[in-house]
């Protein structure tokens, strides 16, 4: 079974840094997509970049461009999203995705591109 498990999520102060991990099991890791998303109380699900299956290139999203980094490690079947100078805004459950069946994941970012969701972890910055 294809499984996604997101960890690392916690509560920051605003400009802080944190490392999410998204750990994948039951495919072959490199040959797919995987992207991150988040989702604020009563908002929906936002993409915020990707990183592709074919040479691992990274997308963003304006919004995190040049906060957040995307990578992947093959060794260990995770991946990873590095968020820096982080913002009360950014305050939200935070997602990974992977597309097995559209295609469309990477360099799209939207959420409907996702065909399977691993559970998401608390993303909590105070000002």
């Known amino acids: 079974d294809v499984q996604l498990q997101a960890s690392g999520g916690g509560l920051v102060q605003a400009g802080g840094s944190l490392r999410l991990s998204c750990a994948a099991s039951g495919f072959t890791f490199d040959d797919y997509a995987i992207g991150w998303f988040r989702q604020a109380p009563g908002k929906e699900r936002e993409g915020l970049g990707c990183?592709?299956?074919?040479?691992?290139?990274?997308y963003y999203v304006d919004s995190v461009k040049g906060r957040f980094t995307i990578s992947r490690d093959s060794a260990k079947n995770t991946v990873y999203l590095q968020m820096n100078s982080l913002q009360p805004e950014d305050t939200a459950v935070y997602y990974c995705g992977t597309d097995h069946f559209q295609w469309k994941l990477c360099p799209g970012t939207s959420a409907e591109f996702v065909d399977y969701w691993g559970q998401g972890t608390q993303v909590t910055v105070s000002s």
């Open positions: 990183i592709s299956r074919d040479d691992d290139t990274t």
